[in-house]
């Protein structure tokens, strides 16, 4: 099934390890086949890996990215998530964490790093991390 990409003016992704900017105007990619595809919102940077849950999103990017090396990135993966799992106990959070090491076992690294982003909006949720008018506690509902 083909991957529809709408981009913004400008806006940047890595497609299948290339950096890829799009120009001034809006566009639209059809991915016809299967192809490792990142927009710039969720790409990581190393020097922004500094929270638990981000050292676990960085090493399912970097699967992700780099899927013929996947295997150098798997123990840091394993590693982070364990103690992470190790201090959590929320149930539904806790649940995610099983997913996301399924789906990494299994090759599916996009749908890991879905569940890493919820770990993350988990723990910044937690931190306090949140920009103003975002947070669930602020009565919407």
């Known amino acids: 099934m083909p991957l529809k990409l709408s981009l913004k003016p400008g ?3 890595v497609l299948n390890g290339a950096v890829v ?9 059809v991915l016809q086949n299967k192809a490792s595809v990142l927009r710039e919102k969720d790409i990581m940077q190393a020097d922004e890996v500094n929270t638990p849950a981000r050292r ?3 090493p399912v990017m970097m699967m992700y990215l780099d899927e013929p090396g996947a ?6 993966f394993v590693r982070r998530l364990s103690e992470f799992m190790g201090v ?7 649940a995610d964490c099983v997913a996301a090491s399924k789906h990494c076992m299994d090759r599916e690294y996009y749908k ?7 770990l993350i909006e988990y723990e910044d949720e937690r931190l306090g991390n949140v920009p103003a008018g975002l947070s669930k506690s ?4």
């Open 88 to 94: 959590i106990s929320n149930p539904e959070i806790l």
């Open 56 to 58: 676990i999103y960085f």
């Open 71 to 76: 295997g150098r990135y798997y123990d840091e």
């Open 21 to 29: 900017q799009n120009g001034d105007r809006r566009g639209v990619l």
């Open 11 to 13: 806006e940047k992704f």
């Open 138 to 141: 602020d009565g919407a509902g």
């Open 112 to 118: 890991a790093l879905m569940l890493c982003r919820k």
